[in-house]
C-alpha cells in the first residue's frame, strides 16, 4: 500500500475545555476560514474532523454528529463526549495531520499506534462515502432521552420541527417522519407512539418501546438510514 504523508502536522496542546489552536499552515492548507463548521468522527484512537458538507457519518467511524465552528483566531473545540471516550485530558498535548480531505488529531502519547495502513483508511472511506449512507451514535442520556444535533437532523432529512413515528421490525426500532396513515411499512409492527423533536433537539423513545428493546439510560445507539427509514439498535460494545 502507498504510504500517506501528512500536508502538515504540529504538536498542540488543548486547553482547559479542550479548544485546540490550528496552525497557520494547517488553516491554510485546508482553505480554512472563521465560522468554517466541522463536523467530527473517531476511528480508534484517531479524531477525524471534516468540513460541514463532507459525509462523515459512515459505519466505521463513531460520528455522533457534533459540529463546531472555527474561531476567527484559528481556534476549535475538541467536543466533549469525544474527550471522554478517548480520554483527553486538560492541556493534553496532541498530534495534528492535514491531508486534503480531512484534519486527523491523535494524542501524541498514542503516537505509537499510529500506522499508516489506518489513515490510508480513513482516507479511502472519506472519498467513497456517500450521501445514502448515514450512520450515527448517540448514547440514551441520564433524562432518557437522545440527544441530536442539526447536523444529525439533516442528515436524516429531519428539522426541529419535526414529528417522529415510531415502528418495530423485530428487535430494532425504526423511525420516519410522521403521517395520518396508520398502516405500517412492509415487515413492520405499528406501535402507535410518536414523539416531536424538542426545542433543544433531543428525541424521546416512548418509554414502553424502550422496555420492549431492553434500552437503558447509557446505552449507545445506531442510527442507520436507508431511505426514508431510520433504524435504531442497540450497540454492543466490546471488552
Given at each position: 500500500?502507498?504510504e500517506?504523508?501528512a500536508?502538515?502536522?504540529?504538536?498542540?496542546?488543548?486547553d482547559?475545555?479542550?479548544?485546540?489552536?490550528?496552525?497557520r499552515k494547517i488553516?491554510?492548507?485546508f482553505?480554512?476560514?472563521p465560522n468554517?463548521?466541522?463536523?467530527?468522527?473517531?476511528?480508534?484512537?484517531?479524531?477525524?474532523?471534516?468540513?460541514?458538507?463532507?459525509?462523515?457519518?459512515l459505519?466505521?467511524?463513531?460520528t455522533e454528529?457534533?459540529?463546531r465552528?472555527?474561531?476567527?483566531i484559528?481556534?476549535?473545540?475538541?467536543p466533549l463526549?469525544?474527550?471522554?471516550?478517548l480520554?483527553?485530558?486538560?492541556h493534553q498535548e496532541?498530534?495534528?495531520?492535514?491531508?486534503?480531505?480531512?484534519?486527523?488529531?491523535?494524542?501524541?502519547i498514542?503516537?505509537?499506534?499510529?500506522?499508516d495502513?489506518?489513515?490510508?483508511?480513513?482516507?479511502?472511506?472519506?472519498?467513497?462515502?456517500?450521501?445514502?449512507?448515514?450512520?450515527?451514535?448517540?448514547q440514551i442520556?441520564?433524562?432518557?432521552?437522545v440527544q441530536?444535533t442539526?447536523?444529525?437532523?439533516?442528515?436524516?432529512?429531519?428539522?426541529?420541527?419535526?414529528r417522529?413515528?415510531?415502528?418495530l421490525?423485530?428487535?430494532?426500532?425504526?423511525?420516519?417522519?410522521?403521517?395520518?396513515d396508520?398502516?405500517?411499512?412492509?415487515g413492520?409492527t405499528y406501535?402507535?407512539?410518536?414523539?416531536?423533536?424538542?426545542?433543544v433537539v433531543k428525541?424521546?423513545?416512548?418509554?414502553?418501546?424502550k422496555?420492549?428493546?431492553?434500552?437503558?439510560?447509557?446505552?449507545c445507539?445506531?442510527?442507520?438510514?436507508?431511505?426514508?427509514m431510520i433504524y435504531?439498535?442497540?450497540?454492543?460494545?466490546?471488552?
Amino acid at each position: 500500500m502507498k504510504e500517506v504523508k501528512a500536508i502538515n502536522f504540529a504538536y498542540k496542546m488543548t486547553d482547559d475545555v479542550g479548544r485546540i489552536m490550528l496552525s497557520r499552515k494547517i488553516i491554510n492548507g485546508f482553505s480554512l476560514t472563521p465560522n468554517d463548521i466541522f463536523t467530527f468522527g473517531i476511528y480508534k484512537h484517531y479524531i477525524i474532523m471534516v468540513k460541514e458538507n463532507q459525509n462523515i457519518f459512515l459505519k466505521e467511524f463513531l460520528t455522533e454528529g457534533s459540529q463546531r465552528k472555527l474561531h476567527s483566531i484559528g481556534r476549535v473545540s475538541i467536543p466533549l463526549e469525544i474527550r471522554e471516550q478517548l480520554e483527553i485530558k486538560d492541556h493534553q498535548e496532541m498530534h495534528i495531520q492535514q491531508f486534503d480531505n480531512c484534519i486527523i488529531f491523535n494524542r501524541s502519547i498514542d503516537d505509537g499506534k499510529n500506522s499508516d495502513d489506518d489513515i490510508n483508511y480513513i482516507l479511502k472511506r472519506l472519498k467513497e462515502a456517500s450521501k445514502d449512507e448515514v450512520f450515527v451514535y448517540r448514547q440514551i442520556k441520564d433524562d432518557g432521552k437522545v440527544q441530536l444535533t442539526d447536523g444529525i437532523l439533516k442528515a436524516f432529512g429531519f428539522n426541529r420541527q419535526s414529528r417522529v413515528q415510531y415502528f418495530l421490525k423485530e428487535n430494532t426500532l425504526v423511525l420516519k417522519e410522521f403521517t395520518f396513515d396508520v398502516k405500517a411499512p412492509e415487515g413492520m409492527t405499528y406501535t402507535g407512539q410518536s414523539r416531536k423533536v424538542d426545542h433543544v433537539v433531543k428525541l424521546d423513545i416512548p418509554k414502553k418501546l424502550k422496555e420492549v428493546l431492553n434500552l437503558n439510560i447509557g446505552d449507545c445507539l445506531v442510527f442507520y438510514k436507508k431511505g426514508a427509514m431510520i433504524y435504531v439498535s442497540k450497540l454492543e460494545r466490546k471488552n
